[in-house]
């Protein structure tokens, strides 16, 4: 049997949990020939897909809120006609120039009904009073060791945050900003935008 054929089938099934991989792979135990659906689970559940968007709109996608936020608005998608906007709460990702006609959109980038006013994310993707990071030293071994980018002023952002928010962009700038509540940082190469509200250390 194939690893390709394997890694083919194992493409087809949905998330595999412990329980099912375990079964899978008594089954591989006992038997005397090999399974090719038993291998494909097990396939899937030590290699489970990637989370890394291949789209501008499934890189937006990846900060809406989960299905348990009580704020319906923010588990979609919403574009104002021009752009097409998703936040979580502490991050905020945006296609400057979207293509996609104004309304709610589900993870699938799909139209759905929402009654829900979306909150304006306007005055976080400005350029304002920022620090300036070139003089701004970094604790570099907090940062190793938390998973933190931290700045000697007393915040940190998530590492896996800024890198998510740099995934597919070209080139991008990156400004901490300060505001009347704290920082953020701004991240753009000027097709995508993203914004990480920082931690207090």
């Not at 009073?129 to 070139?134: A, E, K, Q, Y």
Request: positive net charge.
């Amino acid at each position: 049997m194939h690893v390709p054929k394997i890694a083919a089938l194992a493409d087809s099934l949905n998330r595999i949990d412990k329980p099912t991989a375990l079964a899978a792979l008594e089954r591989l135990m006992r038997a005397e020939a090999l399974d090719a659906d038993s291998l494909a689970i097990l396939y899937r559940y030590l290699h489970p897909p990637s989370r890394t968007p291949k789209t501008p709109e499934q890189w937006v996608a990846l900060v809406a809120a989960n299905r348990s936020d009580p704020r319906a608005g923010l588990r979609c998608l919403y574009s104002d006609g021009t752009r097409l906007i998703a936040t979580n709460g502490r991050q905020i990702h945006v296609i400057l120039k979207a293509t996609l006609p104004a309304g709610y959109y589900n993870k699938k980038i799909q139209p759905v009904e929402c009654d829900y006013d979306y909150p304006n994310v306007d005055a976080f993707l400005k350029t304002g009073p920022h620090v300036d990071l070139s003089t701004l030293p970094v604790v570099a071994s907090a940062a190793l060791q938390h998973r933190r980018y931290r700045f000697k002023i007393g915040v940190g952002f998530d590492y896996s945050h800024v890198t998510q928010a740099m995934c597919l962009m070209l080139a991008p700038t990156v400004q901490v900003n300060e505001y009347t509540g704290g920082h953020t940082m701004y991240i753009t190469d000027g097709v995508l935008s993203a914004v990480i509200c920082a931690e207090k250390l």
